[in-house]
C-alpha cells in the first residue's frame, strides 16, 4: 500500500491505528471503576499457541520497586514519536515513556542497568523520521523504540544493527518490518471480532456501522476481509463523525434491517453512546460487538442498561494487581493527581509508552536471570525466540512471528468484556475472555 505524504491522509491512517491501539492500556487490569463481579478463568483459546497453565503474569527476577538502584554500565534508549502537528501530536507517550525509566533508574534499572533516554520528535513526514534515525544512532542508541512513527526508518537502524521494538504497527509496511511489536493494532483487533463473531455467536451474517472517513474506512475494510475470511457476509453502513440521535438511530436501523445476526459498530467516544442509544430505542437484541473505547466509565455511566447486548474488544477484568499499584504510583506525578485518581482506563494513548517500557523491563529482568548479558541486540532477540512472556500486566501472551504475513507481530490476543448490568462491565466466559486472532487475520 502507498503511504501518503499529505497530512490529512496522515492524520486519518493513523487514527485507524490507535483505534485498536488504544485498548492495549487494558493490560494492566481494567477500568479501575469497572465490574465487581467474579473473574473468569482466563485459560487462552484452543487454538492459542500460549499453554493454558501458563496465563499467570511472569516473574522478572526481582519486583522494580523493591531492586533499588542499578549498578551495571549506562545504556542508551532512543525513542521516536510523533508530535506538534496538527492531528498528530502525541506527547503522553513519550512523557510516560520517559517516567517509566526514571522510575527504574532508582528501581532495577533494565536489568541491573540505568538507561540514559533520547527522544526525538518526527512530524508525520518520512523526512524527519529519517532524521530521527540517523540522531539517534549517532548518539550511540543500543535500542530504539517506536512511539508512534508513520515512517520508521528501519533501513538506517538495520544498518547501524540498532534494534527497533515499538507497541503499534499503523501500516501494512510495519507488520513485515525489521522490527517486533507488542501489539497487531487494527489487524489484531478485526480479527478477533471475527473470531467471536463466528464462534460465539455462529454469526452468518452481520451488520456493520462506521463513520465514512478515511481512517475509519480503514478498520472497517480490515473488518470486512477479516469476516469475509471467516465466511460470514456483511452489510456496512456509514454515516458521519458525529450525527445527531436521530441519525445514529437511522443507522442502527439500517444496519439491522436484513435481520443480521450480529451487529459490529467501529464508532467511539460520542459515537458510542449514540449508537448505543439508536440501538435501544429501537429495541434491538441482536448481539453487538464495538471496541473498548466504548466500555469506558464516560460512555457507560450515561447509558447504563441501553449498553445491554454489547461486548467489548480489548477490555480486561477489573482486578488490583501489583501492576496497576505500580503504574499509579509512578504515573500519578506525571498526570498531576492523586495516586489513588490514576485510572488505566484513562490514560489515552501515553499508556502505551509506559506498557512498551514496563515490558521490556520484565524481559530484560528474566533474560539476566537466565544469564544472558543486557544489551540491546540481546533484548531483541530474547523477546523474539523466547516463550512464556507477556505483556505487562501478565495476561497477553508474546507469540513473536506466530504469523509469517505479520512477522513484526508479537501479541495476537485480547481479553473481552461485555456489559452484565446495573453499570457493570464484566469479562467474558472462557473461552471467549482472551480471544486470538490469528485465524481471521484479513
Same mark, same amino acid.
Given at each position: 500500500m502507498k503511504r501518503s505524504t499529505t497530512v490529512g491522509s496522515r492524520g486519518s491512517r493513523l487514527v485507524a491505528a490507535l483505534m485498536a491501539g488504544s485498548l492495549i492500556i487494558a493490560a494492566c487490569g481494567g477500568d479501575d471503576d469497572g465490574g465487581g463481579s467474579e473473574p473468569a478463568a482466563t485459560e487462552a483459546p484452543a487454538d492459542s499457541m500460549a499453554p493454558a497453565d501458563s496465563m499467570a503474569p511472569a516473574d522478572s527476577s526481582a519486583p522494580a520497586d523493591v531492586a533499588g538502584p542499578p549498578t551495571g554500565p549506562e545504556m542508551i534508549v532512543g525513542m521516536v514519536n510523533t508530535e506538534g502537528t496538527p492531528g498528530l501530536d502525541f506527547p503522553d507517550m513519550r512523557r510516560f515513556a520517559e517516567a517509566a525509566f526514571e522510575y527504574l533508574n532508582t528501581s532495577g534499572g533494565f536489568g541491573n542497568r540505568p538507561v540514559k533516554f533520547e527522544s526525538c520528535v518526527a512530524k508525520g513526514s518520512p523526512e524527519t523520521s529519517q532524521a530521527c534515525a540517523q540522531e539517534l544512532v549517532g548518539k550511540g542508541v543500543e535500542l530504539v523504540l517506536v512511539g508512534l512513527d508513520l515512517f520508521p526508518d528501519y533501513k538506517t537502524y538495520e544498518?547501524?544493527?540498532?534494534?527497533?521494538? +515499538?507497541?503499534?504497527?499503523?501500516?501494512? +509496511?510495519?507488520? $513485515?518490518?525489521?522490527?517486533?511489536?507488542?501489539?497487531?493494532?487494527?489487524?489484531? #483487533?478485526?480479527?478477533?471480532?471475527?473470531?467471536?463473531?463466528?464462534?460465539?455467536f455462529n454469526a452468518a451474517s452481520v451488520g456493520i456501522v462506521s463513520a465514512d472517513n478515511a481512517g475509519a474506512n480503514q478498520v472497517a475494510a480490515g473488518l470486512e476481509a477479516a469476516l469475509t475470511k471467516a465466511g460470514i457476509t456483511f452489510k456496512t453502513v456509514k454515516g458521519g463523525d458525529n450525527e445527531t440521535?436521530?441519525?445514529?438511530?437511522?443507522?442502527?436501523?439500517?444496519?439491522?434491517?436484513?435481520?443480521?445476526?450480529?451487529?459490529?459498530?467501529?464508532?467511539?467516544?460520542?459515537?458510542?453512546?449514540?449508537?448505543?442509544?439508536?440501538?435501544?430505542?429501537?429495541?434491538?437484541?441482536?448481539?453487538?460487538? $464495538?471496541?473498548?473505547?466504548?466500555? %469506558?466509565?464516560?460512555?457507560?455511566?450515561?447509558? +447504563?442498561?441501553?449498553?445491554?447486548?454489547?461486548?467489548?474488544?480489548?477490555?480486561?477484568? %477489573?482486578? %488490583?494487581?501489583?501492576?496497576?499499584?505500580?503504574?499509579?504510583?509512578?504515573?500519578?506525578?506525571?498526570?498531576?493527581?492523586?495516586?489513588?485518581?490514576?485510572? #488505566?482506563? +484513562?490514560?489515552?494513548?501515553?499508556g502505551l509508552g509506559y506498557i512498551l517500557v514496563m515490558s521490556l523491563r520484565d524481559y530484560a529482568n528474566q533474560m539476566v536471570a537466565a544469564g544472558t548479558e543486557m544489551t540491546g541486540p540481546n533484548l531483541f532477540d530474547f523477546l523474539k525466540t523466547s516463550t512464556g512472556l507477556f505483556v505487562f500486566g501478565g495476561e497477553t501472551p508474546v507469540e513473536c512471528g506466530a504469523v509469517p504475513a505479520y512477522s513484526s507481530v508479537c501479541a495476537f490476543i485480547s481479553p473481552w468484556s461485555y456489559y452484565a448490568g446495573d453499570g457493570v462491565v464484566a469479562p467474558m466466559e472462557d473461552p471467549f475472555y482472551l480471544v486470538d486472532s490469528k485465524k481471521y487475520l484479513p
Open positions: 544498518a547501524a544493527g540498532v534494534p527497533v521494538i +515499538g507497541i503499534l504497527p499503523i501500516l501494512p +509496511g510495519d507488520y $513485515t518490518a525489521n522490527a517486533l511489536y507488542l501489539s497487531g493494532g487494527t489487524a489484531t #483487533s478485526v480479527g478477533q471480532m471475527a473470531t467471536v463473531a463466528k464462534e460465539k440521535d436521530a441519525g445514529y438511530q437511522g443507522l442502527m436501523r439500517e444496519a439491522s434491517k436484513d435481520n443480521p445476526d450480529l451487529l459490529i459498530s467501529l464508532y467511539s467516544d460520542a459515537g458510542c453512546i449514540g449508537t448505543m442509544r439508536g440501538y435501544a430505542t429501537l429495541g434491538l437484541d441482536i448481539p453487538v460487538l $464495538t471496541t473498548g473505547i466504548c466500555s %469506558d466509565e464516560d460512555v457507560i455511566s450515561v447509558v +447504563g442498561d441501553e449498553a445491554t447486548n454489547w461486548h467489548f474488544q480489548g477490555v480486561a477484568q %477489573d482486578r %488490583d494487581t501489583p501492576e496497576r499499584a505500580e503504574l499509579r504510583r509512578v504515573l500519578a506525578p506525571v498526570i498531576g493527581v492523586p495516586e489513588d485518581e490514576v485510572k #488505566s482506563s +484513562g490514560l489515552g494513548l501515553g
